[in-house]
T-cell receptor, first 114, second 113 residues
Framework: DAGVTQSPTHLIKTRGQHVTLRCSPISGHKSVSWYQQVLGQGPQFIFQYYEKEERGRGNFPDRFSARQFPNYSSELNVNALLLGDSALYLC?????????????FGNGTRLTVT | GNSVTQMEGPVTLSEEAFLTINCTYTATGYPSLFWYVQYPGEGLQLLLKATKADDKGSNKGFEATYRKETTSFHLEKGSVQVSDSAVYFCALSVREYGNKLVFGAGTILRVKS
């Protein structure tokens, strides 16, 4: 079975531009979460979607938005990019939105903002 | 709030040495605790977990015990291998927030042959 897949794997953008990152969860998983991992730090929670509804939002500005589609795939959008948005963006899926439902992470999208 | 503090790295060990990576936490609720591992060029993988006090999680020779009295979840392995070289993250989730994770900063482990 395929794991969590993310695209693209690498991306270079200029300040002020917009970016869309994509994630396909493991088949049968209904929950998708997004995390930002800045170099040298642990991942930070951005969003969670379950059954196409937002279940949580981390401490990120409104420039960050996301959505989940009927097939449970997800997009993360970031507007008006800043240099500080350069990071590894991780997508994770799980079967349910419960503490005993483990997260499965993709390999991430490396975003560089110049 | 909820937070996780890990010992700073990098930790450099020789093969077959004993490993301890310290992790302490603060939580507003009753957390579940996790260790994730990130091998070079790969995504985060769940290594082990514990969901209640005094539980011991174990996998691949690694162990960690949920200590509520000391709010700790230290990772241990009796004999490390070169293949264990990776970044290790301690994390927690609190029941009322589903499975959203709060991660520590990570500890780099380097094992020399």
């Amino acid at each position: 079975d395929a794991g969590v897949t993310q695209s693209p794997t690498h991306l270079i953008k200029t300040r002020g531009q917009h970016v869309t990152l994509r994630c396909s969860p493991i088949s049968g998983h209904k929950s998708v979460s997004w995390y930002q991992q800045v170099l040298g730090q642990g991942p930070q929670f951005i969003f969670q979607y379950y059954e196409k509804e937002e279940r949580g939002r981390g401490n990120f500005p409104d420039r960050f938005s996301a959505r989940q589609f009927p097939n449970y795939s997800s997009e993360l959008n970031v507007n008006a990019l800043l240099l500080g948005d350069s990071a590894l963006y991780l997508c994770a899926s799980s079967m349910e939105d419960r503490v005993d439902s483990p997260l499965h992470f993709g390999n991430g999208t490396r975003l560089t903002v110049t | 709030g909820n937070s996780v503090t890990q010992m700073e790295g990098p930790v450099t060990l020789s093969e077959e040495a004993f490993l301890t990576i310290n992790c302490t936490y603060t939580a507003t609720g009753y957390p579940s605790l996790f260790w994730y591992v990130q091998y070079p060029g790969e995504g985060l993988q769940l290594l082990l977990k514990a969901t209640k006090a005094d539980d011991k999680g174990s996998n691949k020779g690694f162990e960690a015990t949920y200590r509520k009295e000391t709010t700790s979840f230290h990772l241990e392995k009796g004999s490390v291998q070169v293949s264990d070289s990776a970044v290790y993250f301690c994390a927690l989730s609190v029941r009322e927030y589903g499975n959203k994770l709060v991660f520590g900063a990570g500890t780099i482990l380097r094992v020399k042959s």
